[in-house]
Structures are given as structure tokens and as C-alpha cells.
């Protein structure tokens, strides 16, 4: 995918007076959004007059209820006439740090993981600002990403600690030991009693690939599958 358009460029659509907005560029990394979305697969195909790029999102949620509305339903950018973005309020150091984790899950095989978690991040860095840390268990399947919205927000927050926790950390805290995660009083725990492979489990649940991505600021645990809120008589708070 070409990234000779900077950041702000405004693109026409076949949709009257809506618009597509390359709202992140990094060249170094190689990343590329279109209105907030990741484009995980750029140039899936290439010809002469088509090019077909892969995105983890819709460019707009379009709900049941919108329908009645027509087109003016649909999201759009606020560009200007000389087709560039009005305004982005969004925190680029914040958006380039979780855009990053967002692609190296997609590659890595946890793409519909990458997906729930693409869904919901506004809300929660709505409710986390600040967060400089993270460590996820990040599930190779993740059919919760059908769920409804609220539900799947409440999953995914399940499978993130407001801090960076190595392999090392985590097998050295006693069993039952309770990890505070991104959804609000209900914790994870430390499950070393059951049969696992590797000797260290959480809710259960196997860590089959530890720190399978890594960084100064977050670090991804691979698990076998993903935890179960019904796990939590609180869960639906």
C-alpha cells in the first residue's frame, strides 16, 4: 500500500459527501490507518486499475436501527475543501503504542482477538488515560467477538492487568493470587493446582506461549483459550 498520501489526507467515496481520512502513518513500522482502523493485510490485491486492502474493522458501525436513517447514518471524517482532516483529537502517542499491539496480535495469529479488542479500545482509553503498561492474554480463538457490544467490551477488558507482568513475575506469586485486570472488581487468578503443560495457569487456563510478544511497555502471553465471565458472579455488573 502506497503511503505517499500524508497523515490528514481526505479520500472520496462512492457514498455522497462521505469520506475516507488516512488518520495514522509510520512509515518505520509500516502501519497505516484509514478513519482509526488498522489496515492488517495492505495489498491483497494489486492490478493496473484495482488495489484490495484487508482492515480489522468496519470504517463505520452501521446498527439494525440506523438503517432507517440512509446514508447519513454511516460515520464519516470532517474534511475540509482541499480535501484534508479538520481535526483529530486523538493522542498519537497513545493510538501508535496500541495500533502496534493491535497489528502484531492480528500477525501473530490472534486476529479475532485483535478484532474485539480494535472494537472497544476507545472506550477503554475513555476510562484509562493514562495506562502506560499493559500485559494480555491474548486467546488463538475469541468467538465472543460476536457478542454485543457491552458484553464483549467487559471480555476483553477481562483479558488485560493495568501492568506489565513477564512469565518470571507471574509464576513466582502463590497460588490464588488475585491479578486486577481492566474490568472493574473482577479479578483474575493464579491457578498453579490444576494439570498444565507448562506449570502455570490463570483461571485455569494455560499459558501455552509466555511472552510470545514483548516490549518496554506491554507484553502478550499466549493462552489456550479465553477466559469465561460466567467464572464471576459480578461479572454482570
Not at 502513518?25 to 490507518?33: G, P, S, V, Y
Not at 438503517?67 to 483529530?88: M, R
Request: proline share 6%; glycine share 4%.
Amino acid at each position: 500500500m502506497s503511503s505517499k498520501k500524508p497523515q490528514g489526507s481526505c479520500f472520496p467515496t462512492l457514498v455522497d459527501r462521505k469520506k475516507l481520512a488516512v488518520t495514522k502513518i509510520d512509515a518505520k513500522q509500516r502501519l497505516a490507518e484509514i478513519n482509526h482502523v488498522l489496515v492488517s493485510h495492505p495489498d491483497m490485491v494489486l492490478e493496473r486499475q484495482i488495489a484490495i486492502h484487508g482492515v480489522l474493522a468496519p470504517f463505520s458501525s452501521l446498527r439494525s436501527k440506523d438503517v432507517y436513517l440512509g446514508w447519513e447514518s454511516i460515520q464519516a471524517p470532517i474534511c475540509d475543501d482541499n480535501s484534508s482532516l479538520v481535526s483529530d483529537a486523538t493522542d498519537p502517542g497513545i493510538v501508535l503504542e496500541w495500533t502496534r499491539i493491535i497489528h502484531l496480535l492480528s500477525s501473530h495469529r490472534f486476529v479475532s482477538f485483535a478484532i474485539g479488542l480494535n472494537s472497544v479500545l476507545d472506550r477503554i482509553l475513555a476510562d484509562h488515560k493514562n495506562l502506560s503498561s499493559v500485559t494480555i492474554f491474548a486467546p488463538p480463538e475469541f468467538d465472543f467477538v460476536a457478542s454485543s457490544s457491552p458484553m464483549l467490551e467487559k471480555i476483553v477488558r477481562l483479558h488485560i492487568l493495568p501492568q506489565r507482568a513477564t512469565y518470571k513475575d507471574l509464576a513466582a506469586l502463590p497460588d490464588k493470587h488475585r491479578l486486577r485486570t481492566l474490568l472493574p472488581d473482577v479479578d483474575l487468578e493464579i491457578t498453579n493446582d490444576v494439570n498444565v503443560t507448562q506449570g502455570l495457569a490463570i483461571n485455569g487456563v494455560e499459558i501455552a506461549a509466555p511472552e510470545i510478544l514483548s516490549s518496554k511497555e506491554f507484553i502478550v502471553h499466549g493462552i489456550t483459550q479465553a477466559f469465561k465471565m460466567a467464572k464471576f458472579p459480578n461479572a454482570s455488573r
